[in-house]
């Protein structure tokens, strides 16, 4: 195992954990032997989050040197994992095998058990966020004592435990459920008037499997990405206009500036779920960190107010937004899934590297998507205080209770979670 004292950064830089030690065991033995020694311990994955989500005083741990597993149960369409596996390392293996994910996030190089922990989604009206595809869950308690959760066995504890925000064990292994391998075209279309995504936003994310709507909010038009899965009726090329834009004429990136060779193949092109469905290649690191990141989950039906309430301080978005993203996430039943109980629209924002000029704005941001009944990203950057947040869940308290069942001591807990707790009911 190797241990350090030395800090660890998120992925952005942004934030420095207060961790005294990082640990990466090399087998699970070592990591129950860990957990069980320790005070305060929490766990970090990928590192794409953008607050103290993972943070913790005592010991930091990281489980992507644990023993390398993938497997697949063809009977039951499931995938048993190991938790330090990034999206872009599974999806590779389960195609090569004749198998998929119902969906992706944006970035096939975040980890899944982080991913999953935090609510994190991809795009389309039918497709819930990525935590719905799990059916068991295995993790050390405080004791390191390995326990199991499962959709069948536990019906009761699994849809509390599911998007657990770290706050209940470290997680060693993820059982999925998959698909038959699949493949998707994707086609971009630019200068749609936001005028047009405003008076048709249900037409245009249901237009295709997935639909990402990209804007700088100042400038009055929009890219739209449909992704269309070839063994659909609706493969086929949407047409020359699209809600008033035109096809791209060249590859294109999210971000201004940035190179399009980042980005997964476009221009209609079929091929393999794994590679259309991802915004970026897991070839190739899309950036290095420069940016902040903040979202936030409405209802679907408050869209269009939701769109009319950001152009109203469209002029604000100038020189502190990179690019934004409007994409939607079917309802599920999981307790801190931020699309819980609702089909959902999140209004995701890219900002510069600076928390000092952002957050002022992204004041001005939730001060009108709130009152509409938005819910931030866990593991985004939010201004909303620790009540507001989690009076939006309204499976937080049960929650609260549940951690406390499996972690009685705290020792999963840090500032970010006693903030929650402390506001719960």
Same mark, same amino acid.
């Given at each position: ?77 499931? #995938? ?35 991913? #999953? ?70 086609? $971009? ?7 047009? $995504? ?8 249901? @237009?295709?499997?997935?639909? @990402? ?10 890219? #739209? ?68 990141? @903040? ?65 002022? $704005?992204?004041?001005? $941001? ?60």
């Amino acid at each position: 195992m190797q241990t350090t004292g030395a800090p660890a950064h998120n992925w952005a830089g942004n934030i420095t954990f207060g961790a005294a030690r990082l640990h990466r065991p090399t087998s699970i033995d070592e990591l129950r032997r860990l957990v069980a020694g320790a005070e305060r311990a929490h766990v970090l994955g990928s590192g794409h989050s953008f607050n103290l989500i993972a943070d913790t005083v005592g010991d930091l741990i990281r489980v992507d040197r644990l023993p390398r597993r993938v497997e697949i149960d063809r009977d039951r369409r499931t #995938v048993t994992l190991g938790a330090g596996l990034r999206y872009g390392e599974l999806a590779a293996e389960l195609h090569a095998a004749g198998f998929a994910l119902g969906n992706l996030a944006s970035l096939p190089h975040i980890s899944i058990a982080g991913s #999953v922990a935090t609510g994190t989604h991809g795009s389309g009206n039918e497709r819930p966020g990525l935590a719905s595809a799990v059916r068991a869950m295995e993790f050390v308690g405080p004791d390191g004592g390995l326990h199991t959760v499962d959709a069948e066995s536990d019906p009761e504890r699994f849809p509390g435990a599911v998007v657990h925000l770290g706050a209940l064990g470290v997680v060693t292994a993820l059982t999925l459920e998959i698909e038959p391998t699949f493949e998707v075209a994707q086609w $971009v279309y630019t200068g749609v008037p936001l005028d047009a $995504v405003a008076a048709h936003y249900p037409e245009i994310s249901a @237009s295709a499997y997935s639909v @990402s709507v990209f804007t700088d909010w100042h400038g009055g038009e929009a890219t #739209v990405v449909l992704k269309r899965r070839v063994d659909r009726e609706d493969a086929g090329q949407p047409g020359e206009r699209f809600f008033g834009g035109t096809p791209a004429t060249e590859p294109w990136h999210p971000i201004p500036g940035m190179p399009a060779t980042f980005c997964t193949r476009q221009g209609g092109v079929p091929g393999p779920w794994h590679e259309r469905l991802p915004h970026f290649r897991a070839e190739f690191t899309p950036s290095g960190g420069e940016e902040l990141q @903040s979202e936030l989950f409405l209802p679907r039906e408050r869209a269009t107010e939701a769109i009319a309430a950001l152009r109203e301080i469209a002029a604000e978005f100038a020189g502190v937004l990179q690019t934004a993203e409007i994409r939607t996430i079917a309802a599920d039943e999981l307790w801190l899934s931020p699309a819980q109980g609702r089909d959902s629209v999140a209004f995701h924002f890219t900002w510069i590297k600076d928390e000092t000029a952002v957050l002022p $704005v992204l004041a001005a $941001v939730e001060s009108r998507l709130l009152p509409l009944g938005a819910r931030p990203h866990w593991g985004k950057l939010t201004g909303a205080a620790p009540a507001t947040v989690v009076e939006r869940f309204p499976g937080f308290a049960d929650f609260r209770r549940l951690a406390a069942s499996l972690d009685p001591d705290g020792c999963f807990r840090n500032a970010f979670l006693d903030a929650l707790f402390d506001a719960a009911p």
